[in-house]
C-alpha cells in the first residue's frame, strides 16, 4: 500500500490585537477544518484516526508559533507541523499593537 492524498483543507486565522503568531495558526488550522467532515476515511474502510495530517503554517515570523499547540487541534489522526514565512503582520497607528493573519493548509492522507 501507499500514502494517497485525499483531501486538502484550507483556512485562514487572526490575532487582531497581541500579534500572537499561535493563536492566530491555531485559529487558521481550526478553520480549516471546522468546515468539513471527511468521511473519506470511513468510505475507504478505514478509521479516522487512520489519517496521516501534514499541517503547513505560513506567518511572518514562523519560529514564534508553538506547533505543539497547532498539532493539538487535530481531531483525529496523527500530524505534523511545518512553520513556514507567509502571512501577513500589520502593525496598528501608533506602532504599539499588530495584527497577525496565519494561512495553513492540511494534507490529509491514507494508506490505501
Do not use: C, F
Amino acid at each position: 500500500m501507499a500514502l494517497k492524498k485525499v483531501a486538502l483543507e484550507i483556512g485562514m486565522g487572526t490575532d487582531i490585537r497581541g500579534g500572537d503568531y499561535t493563536k492566530a495558526a491555531v485559529r487558521a488550522l481550526r478553520d480549516a477544518l471546522w468546515h468539513n467532515s471527511l468521511t473519506v476515511a470511513t468510505a475507504l474502510g478505514k478509521s479516522s484516526d487512520d489519517m496521516l495530517v501534514e499541517v503547513l503554517i505560513g506567518v511572518p515570523k514562523p519560529e514564534q508559533v508553538d506547533t505543539a499547540e497547532v498539532l493539538a487541534v487535530l481531531p483525529h489522526g496523527t500530524g505534523t507541523v511545518k512553520v513556514v514565512e507567509g502571512g501577513l503582520e500589520i502593525e496598528n497607528e501608533a506602532g504599539t499593537d499588530k495584527t497577525v493573519i496565519a494561512q495553513a493548509a492540511a494534507i490529509v492522507r491514507l494508506d490505501l
